[in-house]
């Protein structure tokens, strides 16, 4: 099994080259653990082990729509704000969690970051605002697909198309 925790840890460590783990990545990381045969103690151990903050992520915590809970005093603020922000748009709160990723994007000017301001905009019928966060998000990674994908379908929404 040292073979598939080594597999699990570097993988972890991609996942935090930019300090964060996404929801995206975090999904990848869970099949991953499957596949692997890494149990929820161990992928949280190797997780906080990565980080070098004790008890950061319980990824066996899947209440409420959230795949993982994070402990604010472990976080740096930007990471507490980005998970905070997550945590409202897979509520659905997507107006908050709109306003919360406008706050981060001030700081943190990424790809994921424009892509779920992109996200929050369609889901409450700001098209127009879609649009600028998606073709953002595509100037710093063209080949982004979900987001093609997304800005595809929001530009069929308003008739651009």
């Not at 935090?16 to 653990?33: A, H, P, S």
């Not at 979900?146 to 929001?154: N, P």
Request: contains cysteine; negative net charge; glycine residues 4%.
């Amino acid at each position: 099994m040292p073979d598939s925790v080594e597999i699990y840890r570097n993988a972890v460590k991609t996942a935090l080259r930019d300090g964060i783990i996404t929801q995206d990545e975090m999904d990848i990381l869970d099949g991953l653990k499957k596949n692997l045969g890494i149990s929820n103690e161990d992928a949280t151990e190797i997780i906080s082990q990565e980080k070098n903050v004790p008890e950061r992520v319980d990824v066996n915590n899947h209440s409420e729509g959230n795949r993982f809970s994070v402990k604010k005093d472990a976080l740096s603020d930007i990471e507490y704000t980005y998970q905070k922000a997550m945590d409202e748009y897979s509520s659905g709160n997507y107006d908050k969690a709109r306003e919360t990723f406008e706050k981060i994007s001030e700081d943190r000017k990424t790809k994921e970051v424009f892509s779920w301001l992109g996200f929050c905009c369609t889901y409450t019928g700001d098209y127009v605002s879609a649009l600028k966060y998606f073709n953002s998000a595509l100037k710093m990674d063209p080949n982004y697909e979900i987001v093609k994908k997304a800005l595809s379908m929001v530009r069929k929404k308003i008739g651009i198309d």
